[in-house]
Structures are given as structure tokens and as C-alpha cells.
């Protein structure tokens, strides 16, 4: 494959192209700005209004780091504006998908003038999970396509432990597991099905985009390690037959929230955490991208009320509702002594470092996970969709906290499962002195830079190596077309 430049060459470009959600945004950011450092050049590639909306490159980065913005093909019916997921309006999902696939168009543009231009060649994409259409794009340019995978632990816990056809990689298998694995929840297993169902719109499930992603790309990628899951990362790597996959490590953010720390501090959430003992508060956080329903925010909030423990909420208001009905009647009166509720935006890393806290209330997303454990906090789990639960079987399994009791068939839970989770982790001092000793233990893997520098760095050798024998899977340029 000719890559426009010497073959001892050591510098590379690469596109990395992450899908249109912040939980995917923020953490490939952070593996951009990781790869610019050693001094390789980066094509960061997303819509305009999602990179208006990122944090600042690092200085460090800057130089080597491009921001390509792509403008998202209007979609009838999907409102302006709307470019990543936390934007859909409820029942929209569809036609996010289908415009997300028409990107294709632009990105080949993109990458077709890249090649062109002297000195631009890209040597790599970097292409998501969903990006099925990307591989052939780059292709067609003779440039090979890695892809980026979900977390070990959902791929491992919903693969399939009968026989397999020969040659089937884990995503062909994925759905043919028809009896529900122990330990999983009904919700949950039914929440799977939905992975196998074409998206109206779109005409494509979830599922089939990835594993036609994974049939055309050269390589496969992991934002994980072994060290972090190690069972699932080997099974995963087992079950992609003769693909390899490569760990990132955890690509964790600087421990004191680096250039996201900067002038974020001085309002009133930081005012009321300043003020609290040490190690009493527990910060509660379901992320940006898990609305939850009214009734269900209720209990939570009286959840934490009756729990009786310091607690501080980023709450995200469900669509449609008054903000004088977010919370129950007379909540925050009722316990202004202990909590505070911020409905904005707060600045999450420099919280979680906060002496202050105590615990984690999450979601249990891979960056909240990453992002609570850099600084030995326990968890209260309350997984809600897609790898969630798996992460947090996981951090079960490592005793880390405790998860939130829930109603088997549809999730649901109450004020007392909520209460006795959080008592569990911050007010009960045998199972909280558990917790606390193996979230410290964990720390441990999420703070060794030398462990995730050398991930990243055998990563880019990987790519230098596979990238430079002219690897590329050219069957799937004769088998499919854009």
C-alpha cells in the first residue's frame, strides 16, 4: 500500500473519527491528544456543533491535533441542530441513525482530499463502533480502517456459549443466545433485543453496523485492558478469530481535571462541597446521556433523603417537565442541612477529587467508571442501559460498592433499594471498609501512566508495523460498496 511517504517513517496521521455521543467524544479527545504528544498529527472529525462543544485541546496537543468539522446531512423531521445524541427528542432516535449514515458522503469527500494533497495522507482511520460505511470509504483510498469496540465486559457477558459456526467472529454471534444468562437481569436481556431490530429510518440494527464494521476493518481497538477486565478482554480477543485487538488502557483524564479544571470552581456547588467533613458526601451523577422518568427521579431523590447520608446531585431534568415538579414537594427545604442539587452543568472530574466526597452514585458509564476510580471512590450502581449493567456486574465482582435493587422485569426501583445501597457504601463500616479498600485497589490500575503509556505506545506501533506490510482488507472492497 502506498502511504505517500517513507516506509521508515515513524510519524504518523491518523483520522480518528468517534460517534456522535459525548461518552464516545471525550474519551477518543483524550487518545487524540495522547497520540499528538508523542508527535504523530491527528484529524479529529465530527459535526460542528459537537466540536463547538468540546473542551480546548491540550497546548501540549494543539499543533498536532485538527478539529474536521463534517456538517450533518439534514434529516426530515430531525430538529436543527440536533448532532449527538443527549440532543434527540423521544422517539427521533431513527433519524439520527439515518443521518449519521449519510455522513459517509462528506467523510469520503474528506478523506479523498486528504490523499490528494501533498504531505496529508492519512495512514489510518480510527473509525467507531457504528461506523460500518467508514472502512469502505478508506478503502477505497487504500487506507486501512481500525475500529473501535465497546466494552469488553457487554461484548463477553452477551456472546454466546454454544457452538459457533466456523470462521464467526463474536459479533455474528451476539444474538444467538436465546436463553438469559445467569446473573442478568429480564430488563436487561430485553433490552438486547432491541440491538437486533432494524431502526425504521435507518433500515439497520445496531448489531448489523457492527458487525459489518468489524468484517471490513483491518483491526480492532479496545479503550480497556487486561488488567481492568481481564476475563472478558480475553474472550473478546478470542471470539474476533482472526482480527487482532489491541488495548488502549484506560485513556484516564489528569487526576486534577487538567485545562477542564480551569476556572470551573468558583459557584456554588463548590462553595456548598467546600464546607462538608471530609469523606461525608456522596456525589450523585447519571450522566448526560440517561434521562431518567419523573416518578423514577422522585424515588431516587427520596432514595438519598431517607439514606441520610451528605449528598450533592448533578441532575439532568427529564424532557417535558416543569422545573418546579423535578423534584418531590418540599424536597430541597426538607433537606437543605445535607444536599444540594445542581441542575447545570458542574465540573464532574474536580468534584470526584474533592476531599469531600465519600462515594459514587453512577450510572456506571466507562468514562464515570474511570472517572470515579481515579481517585479510589466506591460506587452506588445504577446501570440503566447498553454496557452499564455489564460494567457494573464488574465492579461487583471487585467489590467496589454495592448496586441498587431492581425490579427484574422492567429496572425499576425504589426509595428503599436506593437508601439501602447508599447506606451500604457510606454509613455501614464493614461493607463500607471493603469497598473503600478494593476502589483504592483499582485506583491503582487507573492511575499507572506508565501502564496506559505503554498501551498507547504499542497501539501506534501496531499501527506503524500493520500499516507499513500494506495490510488491507481488500476483500471487502470487491464484496461491498458504499
Known sequence: MDTG????????????????????????????????????????????????????????????????????????????????????????????????????????????????????????????????????????????????????????????????????????????????????????????????IDHGASGMSVAKRCSLAMERCTLAAMRSCPEWEPDAFQQVAAGLKNKPLIPLGLVPPSPDGGRRRAGMTDNSTMRWLD??????????????????????????????????????WALRKPHGVDLSDVLPPGYQERTKSHGHVAMGWVPQITILAHAAVGAFLTHCGRNSLVEGLLFGNPLVMLPIFGDQGPNARLMESNKVGSQVRRDDMDGSFDRHGVAAAVRAVMVEEETRRVFVANAIRLQEIVVDKELHGRYIDEFIQHLVSQGADGSCNTAALRENKV
Not at 497546548?59 to 445524541?85: F, Y
Open 5 to 196: 511517504r517513507s516506509k521508515s517513517s515513524s510519524r504518523l496521521h491518523l483520522v480518528i473519527f468517534p460517534w456522535l455521543a459525548f461518552g464516545h467524544l471525550l474519551p477518543y479527545l483524550e487518545l487524540a491528544e495522547r497520540v499528538a504528544s508523542r508527535g504523530h498529527r491527528v484529524s479529529f472529525v465530527s459535526t460542528p456543533r459537537n466540536l463547538a462543544r468540546l473542551p480546548p485541546v491540550s497546548p501540549a496537543a494543539a499543533t498536532r491535533v485538527d478539529l474536521v468539522a463534517l456538517p450533518l446531512p439534514r434529516v426530515q423531521g430531525l430538529p436543527d441542530g440536533t448532532e449527538c445524541t443527549n440532543d434527540v427528542p423521544s422517539g427521533k432516535f431513527e433519524l439520527l441513525w439515518k443521518a449519521f449514515d449519510a455522513l459517509a458522503a462528506p467523510f469520503a469527500e474528506f478523506l479523498g482530499a486528504a490523499c490528494d494533497a501533498a504531505g496529508e495522507r492519512p495512514d489510518w482511520i480510527i473509525a467507531d463502533t457504528f461506523h460500518h460505511w467508514a472502512p469502505l470509504v478508506a478503502l477505497q483510498h487504500k487506507v486501512p480502517c481500525a475500529m473501535l469496540l465497546p466494552s469488553a465486559s457487554m461484548m463477553a457477558g452477551w456472546a454466546t456459549r454454544s457452538s459457533e459456526p466456523a470462521g464467526a467472529s463474536i459479533f455474528h454471534v451476539l444474538g444467538a443466545v436465546e436463553e438469559r444468562r445467569e446473573g442478568v437481569p429480564r430488563y436487561e436481556w430485553g433490552q438486547k433485543a432491541s440491538f437486533f
Open 275 to 312: 464546607v462538608q467533613p471530609a469523606k461525608s458526601v456522596v456525589y450523585v451523577a447519571l450522566g448526560s446521556e440517561v434521562p431518567l422518568p419523573l416518578e423514577q427521579v422522585h424515588e431516587l431523590a427520596l432514595g438519598l433523603e431517607l439514606a441520610g447520608t451528605r449528598f450533592l
